[in-house]
């Protein structure tokens, strides 16, 4: 273990010397498959990138809770509305391990949520588009959520710890959650022309978007070389993608919904389905906080901050109360 108490003198000849000793250490310990644990000795790059993955991801928990809250009050019958709230309080409890998960690393919960407030920390691009009828909450379930396990069962082998475990327990709930999405979808599948339809529609608008959930093409993947060397990374953004479309088209079929690309069609010598142009236009304009809702998720973002501050300080309070008790006694 290298603890970062070993980092001295920051100009220092002998601290670049000692640095590029941990860092080869740090690399064969990661190479050799290894956990890297919050006390042990780390690069600087390692620690950030983890840092704004894991809080972005974190935040994405947090603004994806919206899309669907916005039909708890009109889920079709109390039991879709009991597994729809159930599904909420799991995906807030996924930004809660996730920012703490992000605090192992250095960085406080304030920080890391004024980030995403100012607007300066990314969320997932999907949670910018609205929810207008109740076959999106099917469709959520079914596709984001399948795209969201897509990528992140390989996380569970993230090199970083506390990453690697939260994510076994986010993984099993999504997936109960893709199951109860695509139950949604089933029923309105099986159900009146007009259910059918309804289905169809949010398909039709759900499908692309979930492409884009897996980030730019790999040639244009910022950060994913010295991810998949620090085996943050196990599979490429396009390669995630591909198993993603080779696990749907299926699922698809079984529904009896058609998917919205006409060039989709199964390559018979790689067996993979090969899936039309993404428009790489539209999720930049979704990531540059020019999407359908994005004002919208963090106007209601701010405004939950500011009416929550009031539980922050009596929790705060209460915590400091029962430190002074349990110091007295
Ligand atoms: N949206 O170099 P790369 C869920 C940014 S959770 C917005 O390829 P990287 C559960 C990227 O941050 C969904 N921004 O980046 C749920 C970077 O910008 P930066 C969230 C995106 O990190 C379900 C730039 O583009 N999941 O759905 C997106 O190597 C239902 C360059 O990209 C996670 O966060 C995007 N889609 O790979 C909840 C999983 N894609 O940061 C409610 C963990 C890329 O330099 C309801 N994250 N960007 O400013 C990851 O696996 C990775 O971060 C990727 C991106 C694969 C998302």
């Given at each position: 273990?290298?603890?970062q108490a070993?980092n001295?003198?920051p100009?220092s ?6 640095d590029?000793?941990?860092a080869?250490r740090?690399?064969a310990r990661?190479?050799a498959?290894?956990?890297?644990e919050p ?9 950030r ?6 809080s972005?991801h974190?935040h994405s928990e947090?603004v994806?809770m ?6 708890l009050t009109?889920?079709?019958s109390l039991r879709?509305?009991?597994?729809l ?10 930004g809660?391990?996730l920012?703490a ?10 920080e890391l ?7 300066k920390a990314?969320?997932?691009?999907i ?5 207008l009828?109740w076959?999106?909450i099917g469709?959520i379930g079914?596709?984001v ?9 390989p996380?569970c082998r993230?090199?970083?710890?506390p990453?690697a475990?939260?994510m076994i327990?986010v993984?099993?709930?999504e997936s109960?959650?893709?199951r ?9 599948s ?5 259910q059918?339809e ?8 759900w499908w ?11 040639a244009?993947?910022?950060?994913s070389d010295?991810s ?7 599979f490429?953004n396009d390669e995630l993608?591909?198993k993603f ?9 079984i529904?009896g919904?058609s ?6 069609r199964?390559d018979e ?7 039309g142009?993404?428009d790489?236009?539209e ?5 540059a906080g020019n999407?359908p809702?994005?004002?919208?998720r963090l106007?209601?973002r701010r ?6 501050e009031?539980v922050?300080?009596?929790a705060l309070?209460y915590?400091q109360k029962q430190?002074g008790?349990?110091l007295?006694a």
């Amino acid at each position: 273990m290298y603890t970062q108490a070993l980092n001295t003198n920051p100009d220092s000849g002998e601290r670049q010397l000692e640095d590029a000793g941990l860092a080869a250490r740090f690399q064969a310990r990661v190479d050799a498959e290894e956990r890297i644990e919050p006390n042990d000795w780390m690069p600087a790059a390692y620690r950030r990138t983890l840092t704004r993955q894991i809080s972005q991801h974190a935040h994405s928990e947090i603004v994806g809770m919206l899309p669907e809250g916005n039909w708890l009050t009109r889920a079709p019958s109390l039991r879709r509305k009991a597994a729809l709230l159930a599904k909420v309080q799991d995906e807030c409890g996924h930004g809660l391990y996730l920012y703490a998960a992000a605090e192992t690393l250095g960085s406080s919960r304030e920080e890391l949520v004024d980030q995403l407030l100012s607007g300066k920390a990314k969320y997932s691009s999907i949670f910018n588009y609205p929810t207008l009828t109740w076959a999106d909450i099917g469709a959520i379930g079914w596709l984001v959520d399948g795209a969201a396990i897509m990528n992140q069962i390989p996380l569970c082998r993230c090199s970083y710890g506390p990453y690697a475990r939260a994510m076994i327990r986010v993984c099993k709930e999504e997936s109960f959650h893709q199951r109860q999405g695509y139950e949604i979808m089933l029923t309105l599948s099986r159900g009146t022309p007009e259910q059918k339809e309804m289905a169809q529609d949010a398909l039709n608008r759900w499908w692309w978007p979930c492409l884009m959930m897996f980030g730019p093409p790999d040639a244009a993947s910022l950060h994913s070389d010295t991810s998949t060397l620090w085996k943050i990374k196990r599979f490429s953004n396009d390669e995630l993608r591909q198993k993603f479309v080779d696990a749907t088209v299926p699922q698809a079929r079984i529904l009896g919904l058609s998917l919205p690309d006409p060039e989709l069609r199964l390559d018979e010598e790689s067996g993979h389905w090969r899936y039309g142009e993404i428009d790489w236009d539209e999720f930049k304009q979704v990531i540059a906080g020019n999407g359908p809702c994005n004002r919208e998720r963090l106007a209601a973002r701010r405004k939950a901050h500011d009416e929550g501050e009031w539980v922050r300080e009596a929790a705060l309070a209460y915590a400091q109360k029962q430190r002074g008790k349990a110091l007295a006694a």
